[in-house]
């Protein structure tokens, strides 16, 4: 890298993490084409321009970068939901939900999600590992629209954390339901309708 038309050398630590982000990437395109199974640590190696020594190096395992792909993929799903919810500008904090609910269905739609997120890392990693990812990156964002609600009064006081659970784990479901079927749009559509009825019945309106 040059500072002030001067080369400089990498930390050890910024080559690292430079290693790292490339077979991320690498990875995840892979993951995405052809699947966990499919995919060799040799293939990612050559894709990411390293030795599957440096891969090992980083990743004690396919199974350990593919969970490093799979977190990297669930925060950036949850990332463009919340800023395509705040371009949006919703007028209240309920139609915000709303929005946010049918914008994961939509982004989860998308062919390199579904692989990784929806079909992949339940297998891979295990049902438990699958969703404490997802809690990780989902859960807070999903309790603070539920604060600010309430804050609102829109919907009742109540448990959070509880509220927020069930409600990620709808749109969990939803996501797989959708990357099941045949005739996804259809399924979309059904299931954007039931998560809206769902966020009208926390707040005690009528379905």
Same mark, same amino acid.
């Given at each position: 890298?040059e500072?002030?038309?001067?080369?400089?050398?990498?930390?050890q630590?910024?080559?690292t993490?430079?290693t790292?982000?490339?077979?991320i990437d690498a990875?995840r395109?892979l993951?995405?084409?052809q699947?966990f199974?499919?995919?060799?640590?040799q293939?990612?190696?050559?894709a990411?321009?390293?030795?599957?020594g440096?891969?090992?190096?980083?990743? &004690?395992?396919?199974?350990?970068?593919?969970?490093? %792909?799979? @977190?990297?993929?669930e925060?950036?799903v #949850? +990332? !463009?939901v =919340?800023e395509?919810?705040?371009a949006?500008q919703?007028?209240?904090?309920l139609a915000?939900?709303?929005?946010?609910?049918?914008l994961?269905?939509?982004?989860?739609s998308?062919?390199?999600?579904?692989?990784?997120?929806?079909?992949d890392?339940?297998?891979?990693?295990?049902?438990?590992?699958?969703? &404490?990812v997802g809690?990780?990156?989902g859960?807070g %964002?999903? @309790?603070?629209?539920?604060?600010?609600? #309430? +804050? !609102?009064? =829109?919907i009742?006081?109540?448990p959070?954390?509880?509220?927020?659970?069930?409600?990620l784990?709808?749109?969990?479901e939803?996501?797989?339901?959708v990357?099941r079927?045949?005739?996804?749009?259809?399924?979309?559509a059904?299931?954007?309708?039931?998560?809206?009825?769902l966020?009208d019945?926390?707040?005690?309106?009528?379905g």
């Open positions: 890298m500072v002030n038309g001067r080369r400089t050398r990498r930390t630590a910024e080559r993490a430079a790292r982000a490339v077979l990875a395109a993951f995405a084409e699947g199974a499919n995919v060799s640590t293939a990612i190696a050559a990411a321009g390293v030795t599957r440096a891969l090992y190096h980083q990743f &004690a395992d396919k199974t350990a970068l593919f969970t490093a %792909v799979y @977190e990297d993929v925060r950036t #949850v +990332a !463009e =919340a395509r919810i705040a949006a919703p007028p209240d904090s915000a939900m709303r929005l946010g609910a049918r994961f269905l939509e982004v989860c998308a062919p390199d999600v579904q692989q990784i997120v929806l079909i890392a339940p297998a891979a990693l295990g049902w438990n590992t699958w969703r &404490a809690a990780k990156y859960l %964002v999903i @309790e603070a629209m539920l604060a600010q609600a #309430v +804050a !609102e009064g =829109a009742p006081e109540q959070l954390r509880s509220t927020a659970h069930v409600l784990g709808a749109l969990d939803a996501a797989l339901f990357s079927a045949e005739d996804q749009q259809q399924a979309r059904e299931m954007d309708a039931v998560c809206a009825r966020i019945g926390i707040a005690g309106r009528p």
